[in-house]
């Protein structure tokens, strides 16, 4: 983050601003401030990308923002409509990694490295889901889609890290495993037991999610390493 550019600025000025409404105030009040974040983030693509504009980027984002609304009004009284939005948000997510990701093929050893990292994350989600169940037995087809496509997007995120482990493909398995980890919080906090500081980590978790993303979607780096090989990362 480059502190010196306008649109770095606002970007962390508005998630300052939202983390304080958020600490501060109603969670209601989250809808007059969480959607700058998003905007800024939006203008620092458009003003810093270096290829065409990713008009899948940009719909995403805006289906982001729409979701965040649904979520602030009330997940459990938008449950239909925030399946729906964010389904089709993890489907253009899909797409921008399968674009960025064509041409190369995976080896045995990755299969098996995707299915040990798989079995708990299914099976967290499982636990998580029947603590929920009873509020989502109205929607069950809805969010069954919905959680199809979640996890979908976060085991594909971690599957093209381990075939390529390019500093692009880093920044989005960053971004998937911080979005895996705020659904389980907003499932909880919105289906079971509501806590104010579980909102807290859950926009501080949004915002981490979006600037993590923005990288993957502006590459600066070629490079290709291993978070789990230090050797590697000594000779960059």
């Known amino acids: 983050m480059n502190l010196t550019k306008p649109t770095h600025i606002a970007f962390v000025v508005a998630s300052i601003v939202t983390v304080i409404v958020s600490v501060l105030c109603e969670k209601i009040y989250l809808i007059y401030a969480h959607p700058f974040t998003v905007i800024a983030i939006l203008l ?39 399946s729906v939005v964010f389904s089709v948000f ?56 919905l959680m199809f496509f979640m996890l979908s997007y976060v ?5 093209y890290y381990l075939r390529d482990k390019s500093s692009q493909n880093l920044w989005m398995l960053i971004a998937a495993m911080n979005l895996g980890f705020m659904n389980i919080l907003v499932g909880l906090n919105e289906l079971y037991m509501y806590e ?11 915002f981490c999610f979006q600037w993590f993303v923005l990288k993957f979607m502006l590459p600066k780096e070629l490079e290709s390493y291993s978070i789990f090989e230090f050797n590697e990362l000594d000779e960059m």
């Not at 995976?106 to 499982?126: E, H, M």
């Not at 579980?198 to 949004?206: A, E, G, K, Q």
């Open 44 to 82: 620092i693509y458009l003003t810093e990308k270096q290829q065409a504009t990713s008009m899948l980027y940009v719909l995403s984002q805006l289906l982001f923002l729409v979701g965040c609304v649904l979520l602030i009004l009330g997940m459990r009284h938008h449950l239909r409509a925030v």
């Open 155 to 159: 085991i594909t995120a971690v599957y």
């Open 196 to 206: 104010t500081i579980f909102t807290v980590i859950v926009i501080i978790c949004s």
């Open 90 to 145: 993890y489907i253009f997510y899909l797409r921008l990694m399968y674009l960025r990701n064509t041409g190369k093929k995976a080896s045995i050893k990755t299969y098996a490295y995707l299915l040990i990292f798989t079995l708990p994350v299914l099976y967290i989600y499982y636990k998580v889901i029947q603590i929920i169940s009873s509020e989502i037995k109205h929607v069950a087809i809805y969010f069954g889609i």
